[in-house]
């Protein structure tokens, strides 16, 4: 959950969520109020018909039998008893008032001072699906009648006994409000962020493969601008990587021949020790020339991807390096397959190999299967490298100039060309010394699944 409310789906839901539920929940208290504030306007024109059709039924009765009429006329809400007058009020009542335009002259009607005991605990009308509440406000009071041939009556205005039907179950409601509400937030975030998602893939899938097709210019205006820049920043890199890498090959070729007459021209040299050193530097510029365009290869390669046998491509990749008389070893099997470009695939091992050979005169390579990935360790029998300089060993052309130094051979883009391949397959590498010493190379490499 924590991860969810994390990522900008979550965020956008959670917003969403939040937003509407108070939007819906002020709705809601709105028409709570002013439906009980219609409520109790209905409620006091009816109680003012019906007290005028009931003093007005009373008055026509004879007045022997205008208390066994009102015993049996009277209703819940009104009470018309005969009775003395009660002291007044002050000031009239909304309800008086409107009662004695209607009834007109000839009957004389006064609110009396003191409402009757069930006013002291009205009703609450629940807002909100209950969750809030609010005291019934329509009239509710004593008034003092007259009637036309002078009888005194005494007219109660009673409070409705109950609001809320006891079949009412506030807590489905609220689950289905909340339920319908969570799945349109939800539904809404998806829609909003998934154009964004699928951006974001198709940034980390062009870190791996920057020939990969373009984006589908689909969806909301704002979504096909932003597809439509991202597909012109695509060709405008790989147009860039194109064309360094044409000017590294075209600079390779045309060294070849100077530096093939250089090579047959050192032939001449009469000092022996001389000539040796000189084939020495040229042969350096030679291997420099040729894994600097290895370098600008493994940034760009027009080698389709393909379902690759890890086993089987590390016991070539080993078997090869046997034979070229350096002491390798394999152990373990990883019995998976990934997804990649076999030649960079071979050319990463086969740097991670030598490198472990030329600096530590051996290399151990154990192969395992970790929590769905390849690990490939390469372990080496030299001094390791100093903390400080694992991360600098990665840069072009640095080389630590201690145990690993010029005299050792090699050019500096071993370990460069190895993680510009790992990272273009989705994989990653790390270095360590190990406890027993010696250097430790761990390639991870993802498993290749048919159904993604």
Partial sequence: MKAFLGSMTGRVFATLLLGILISAALTQWLADVERQRVLERQRDQTLIERAEQLIMATEIVPASARRAYLGVANRPGLQLEAGPPQALATTPTPFAKTLSDRMGKGYRIEAAANPPAACA??????????????????????????????????????????????????????????????????????????????????????????????????????????????????????????????????????????????????????????????????????????????????????????????DSLLDSVCDDAADASQAVTLTGRSNMALLGRPLDLRRCLGNLIDNAVKYGQQAQVTVDRVNGAARIRVRDGGPGIPQAEMQRVFDPFYRVETSRSRESGGTGLGLTIARNIAEQHGGSIALANHPEGGLEVTLMLPEYYPSK
């Fill in 121 to 310: 605990n009205p009703p609450r009308m629940p807002l909100l699906y209950g969750l809030l509440s609010a005291e019934w406000r329509g009239a509710c009071e004593n008034l003092n009648v007259r009637l036309r041939d002078g009888e005194q009556l005494h007219l109660a205005v009673l409070p409705p006994r109950s609001l809320v039907s006891a079949e009412t179950d506030y807590r489905a409601v609220l689950a289905l409000f909340f339920l319908s509400i969570a799945i349109l937030a939800y539904l809404v975030a998806r829609m909003t962020t998934r154009p964004l998602k699928q951006l974001a893939q198709a940034a980390q899938d062009l870190g791996n493969d920057i020939n990969r097709a373009p984006l589908d210019l689909t969806g909301a205006s704002e979504i096909r601008q932003a597809s439509a820049a991202f597909n012109a920043m695509q060709a405008r890199i790989r147009q860039y990587i194109f064309q360094r890498t044409q000017m590294l090959a075209a600079i390779t070729h045309d060294l070849q021949t100077p530096l093939t007459r250089m090579r047959l021209r050192l032939e001449k040299v009469a000092d022996h020790e001389l000539q040796e050193r000189l084939i020495g530097d040229l042969s350096a510029m030679q291997a420099m020339v040729r894994e600097g365009l290895d370098l600008a290869r493994s940034m760009d390669t027009t080698e389709s991807m393909q379902c690759v046998n890890l």
